[in-house]
């Protein structure tokens, strides 16, 4: 006998699963790597970073200052390495550079800086970022004339 409830389709779901996992497990490998980091709070935030970065946000992945790009501030900074991880999967980092997570001669902080080509603000105490972020969509919106 046949079910009346209807099905859900999986598929739509599937790929941001996928990202969120690939994600994941980058973070956990560069902090791994280095033996120090928050492993815990990239994990959970690794699907609202998956579907932002693959399904929301519009930029330019070989061009992360382009001004027309999205912005994405990272308040939560000690989740560096889901940030890192999603540059890396996007195509602007090479996924054996997040292995250099808080390495003397890398870039890729512990938390995310203005140093970095797609990183606009530094993030430190939690929370600030939604300031900043306020701050850089009004001044996009009225200064720059951003779309």
């Not at 330019?60 to 991880?85: E, I, M, T, W």
């Not at 512990?110 to 140093?115: L, N």
Request: glycine share 8%.
């Amino acid at each position: 006998m046949a079910s009346a409830e209807p099905r859900l389709e999986q598929p739509p779901l599937q790929a941001p699963r996928d990202a969120a996992n690939r994600l994941r497990v980058h973070a956990l490998r560069a902090t791994s790597a280095v033996g120090s980091g928050h492993p815990t709070s990239c994990c959970s935030a690794a699907e609202i970073v998956a579907v932002l970065f693959f399904q929301a946000m519009h930029y330019r992945a070989c061009q992360p200052a382009h001004p027309s790009n999205d912005r994405f501030v990272l308040s939560k900074g000690h989740a560096a390495p889901l940030l890192y991880a999603a540059w890396a999967e996007a195509g602007f980092l090479k996924e054996p550079e997040l292995l250099n997570l808080c390495k003397i001669n890398s870039d890729l902080e512990g938390h995310p800086t203005p140093r970095l080509p797609f990183v606009d603000v530094a993030t430190g105490s939690l929370g600030q970022g939604l300031g900043a972020a306020c701050g850089m969509a009004y001044v996009g919106k009225y200064f720059d004339r951003a779309r």
